[in-house]
């Protein structure tokens, strides 16, 4: 249904090719003369402006907001599986159910979701976490479980799935964000839902990588 708009969008944009980090820096740098980047803000000459009272930067949450970065460096020692597990539950897992009307049960999780259909699926990639052997492992939701997917005992190399990202081989374990469209498309035909399941993608990025700085992890985020 959401057909000629939405395949047509997923199917040319899902491939890109990619160059080394320094050839696009040097891309960048020659556009630059002839193309100047943007301004990073945005303002209204002759507005009326009002001062806003000094921010409150009181309690644990403007930290960790404040401490969010996108790392690229990280710790050799393996990841606690109890820190794990917080990571997950928290970042996908439900946390209860409740009866919507003329569809029967749906699940309440922490970020939000369009008819609260949540089509983002977690996959992980296991590398170094403490008492849990390396392998591709799905995450259940409902049952704060992971589900090991056969004939994964050796994951793939990381360079192999984040090409031209050689920064993040260090990493203890890679987390796969993937979407079930029929979630969203069961409940809403029109195609500007494909925005939504997009959008929803982000919601779960960022609260995977505010919930990795609370627990004193260093997440990153890559559409590579």
């Known amino acids: 249904a959401w057909n000629p708009a939405v395949g047509f969008f997923h199917s040319a944009s899902r491939s890109t090719r990619f160059v080394e980090l320094d050839v696009h820096i040097e891309n960048l740098r020659h556009q630059a003369t002839t193309w100047p980047m943007p301004s990073p803000v945005k ?8 001062r806003l009272p000094k921010p409150s930067m009181r309690g644990s949450f403007p930290q960790v907001l404040s401490s969010r970065r996108t790392w690229r460096r990280f710790g050799r020692a393996p990841v606690e599986l109890q820190t794990f597990s917080t990571l ?50 799905h995450y259940a939701p409902d049952r704060h479980v992971l589900e090991r997917i056969p004939g994964s005992a050796k994951p793939p190399a990381f360079d192999e799935i984040l090409p031209t990202q050689s920064w993040y081989r260090g990493a203890a374990a890679l987390v796969l964000f993937t979407a079930v469209f029929e979630r969203t ?32 992890l260093a997440p990153f985020c890559s559409m590579a």
């Open 88 to 137: 997950l539950h928290l970042t996908a897992g439900v946390q209860s159910w409740i009866t919507a009307r003329g569809e029967g049960k749906v699940a309440l999780k922490t970020s939000p979701s369009g008819g609260a259909r949540h089509p983002i699926e977690v996959y992980v990639l296991a590398r170094r976490v403490r008492s849990l052997r390396p392998g591709i492992y």
């Open 43 to 50: 303002a209204y000459a002759n507005a009326t402006v009002t």
């Open 185 to 216: 498309r069961w409940r809403y035909r029109s195609p500007r839902a494909y925005r939504a399941v997009l959008l929803e993608a982000g919601h779960v990025c960022q609260t995977f990588c505010l919930t990795a700085t609370w627990l004193g």
